[in-house]
T-cell receptor, first 114, second 115 residues
């Protein structure tokens, strides 16, 4: 039972355009969400987070949007750069997953074309 | 910066061997985690620990055990390695927060092959 889903395994975007990565969750008890970026042969690195009391959080070129009624979050990267090419994981935590634990999605591989 | 160090980047072992994967963090974090990453399955939690000598099962603990004798070190043990344990193993740590909202910091992973 996949509680956090990333339905697009891959995405290709032209350099300079917007990248939109999507994530859906099923557990309404989740109240904190994160995005991680992972390059090959490296561990995931924390990118941006959002708590359920907000619907948007911005950090430079990265913005995360949360739609609680739809149980959906998205990561927008504007403008996309070739160095953004990586696998992106969303993760969720809260009373539903147990203290300290995150449930990760399966990842979306983003390729930014120069 | 938080540093999480995994002892090996690549490891090749034989079926039936007992395998130890070591992880050390230098930020005095209370929580430590072991995941495995497989294509199409994302990151799956094997075990985690929220204090020295404390451990809890994650989603896929079968065939694994862990040890946390010191705060900075968390070991994953494959009691009798099998080919279906060939995977990328990732260790992570995080600061304790009552809300559980601290980001986890990951090591670079150990790619383990069981022949």
């Amino acid at each position: 039972d996949q509680q956090v889903k990333q339905n697009s395994p891959s995405l290709s975007v032209q350099e300079g355009r917007i990248s939109i990565l999507n994530c859906d969750y099923t557990n309404s008890m989740f109240d904190y969400f994160l995005w991680y970026k992972k390059y090959p042969a490296e561990g995931p690195t924390f990118l941006i987070s959002i708590s359920s009391i907000k619907d948007k959080n911005e950090d430079g070129r990265f913005t995360v949007f949360l739609n609680k009624s739809a149980k959906h979050l998205s990561l927008h990267i504007v403008p996309s750069q070739p160095g953004d090419s990586a696998v992106y994981f969303c993760a969720a935590s809260g009373r539903g997953s147990g203290t300290y634990k995150y449930i990760f999605g399966t990842g979306t591989r983003l390729k930014v074309l120069a | 910066d938080v540093k999480v160090t995994q002892s090996s980047r690549y490891l090749v072992k034989r079926t039936g061997e007992k395998v130890f994967l070591e992880c050390v963090q230098d930020m005095d974090h209370e929580n430590m985690f072991w995941y495995r990453q497989d294509p199409g399955l994302g990151l799956r939690l094997i075990y985690f620990s929220y204090d020295v000598k404390m451990k809890e099962k994650g989603d896929i603990p079968e065939g694994y055990s862990v040890s946390r004798e010191k705060k900075e070190r968390f070991s994953l043990i494959l009691e009798s390695a099998s080919t279906n344990q060939t995977s990328m193993y990732l260790c992570a740590s995080s600061r304790r927060d009552i809300g559980g909202w601290q980001p986890q910091h990951f090591g670079d992973g150990t790619r383990l092959s069981i022949l």
